[in-house]
């Protein structure tokens, strides 16, 4: 089956193929906040081992797919090669720092907000903290088939399915992280639903947009990708 999945990707325009991968990334994560309609809530333990194990797949595929393919591609030799991989994974982590200082939004089973001081109220805030990891997760998958579109040899569509799989494993339990608290705070189960879902809704907009970006600016891929793994 993973082969066919394959054969069709390959036969689509890698752009639309991006949209498709990311798309798939969101479905998860409305799987995970359709939960709410079933469950009350969920053990604790157990969720935390979920998010364990998935953090695990993310930290694997950000390197296979993204690291790994980032310094194979990038020229020299020792060192030099690991330049570009090593100044977008630090631009990444930054540029998720400094969001994460100016945008205000909370986390989950936090009280503090976190960013400048808003009135939003505290079910905005919550669905802007997972929107704001979500965002570097599109552009992965997007830089990835961008890759393709340019013909570079390191980036695959295996590699890009691969990730975006990874990525849709991960936002199963994060749809269930935003929809069961927003439910625990007397929102109605159908709000809940929508504003768990909604945090993935930018993935496909920011897939698509990696993938015409890299398809353009070719030299940038190697730190495309490691920026996208830093993030």
Do not use: C
């Not at 709410?36 to 809530?41: A, C, L, N, Q, S």
């Not at 709000?191 to 945090?199: P, V």
């Not at 970006?213 to 920026?227: E, G, H, N, Q, S």
Request: glycine share 12%; net charge neutral.
């Amino acid at each position: 089956m993973f082969q066919e999945i394959l054969n069709y990707f390959e036969q689509i325009d890698p752009v639309l193929a991006a949209f498709y991968a990311t798309l798939f990334t969101w479905f998860l994560t409305a799987i995970g906040a359709s939960f709410v309609f079933f469950f009350k809530g969920m053990n604790r333990s157990f969720f935390d081992g979920m998010l364990g194990f998935t953090g695990g797949v993310m930290v694997a595929a950000s390197f296979w797919s993204l690291l790994a393919p980032s310094i194979e591609m990038s020229e020299g030799d020792g060192f030099i090669k690991v330049i570009p991989a090593a100044v977008g994974f630090a631009l990444g982590a930054l540029f998720i720092f400094g969001l994460d200082k100016t945008l205000p939004h909370i986390h989950i089973n936090f009280k503090e907000t976190e960013g400048i001081k808003s009135p939003w109220q505290r079910t905005t805030l919550l669905v802007l903290a997972i929107t704001l990891h979500n965002i570097p997760e599109g552009l992965a998958v997007g830089v990835l088939f961008g890759g393709v579109a340019a013909g570079i040899p390191e980036a695959s569509i295996a590699g890009a399915v691969t990730l975006a799989i990874g990525i849709g494993i991960q936002n199963f339990p994060e749809g269930i992280a935003v929809s069961m608290p927003l439910r625990r705070m007397g929102m109605s189960k159908r709000k809940s639903f929508l504003y768990g879902q909604s945090s993935a809704l930018v993935e496909p907009i920011a897939g698509v947009l990696g993938a015409v970006a890299v398809t353009f600016f070719t030299p940038i891929l190697p730190y495309a990708l490691a920026f996208a793994a830093g993030a």
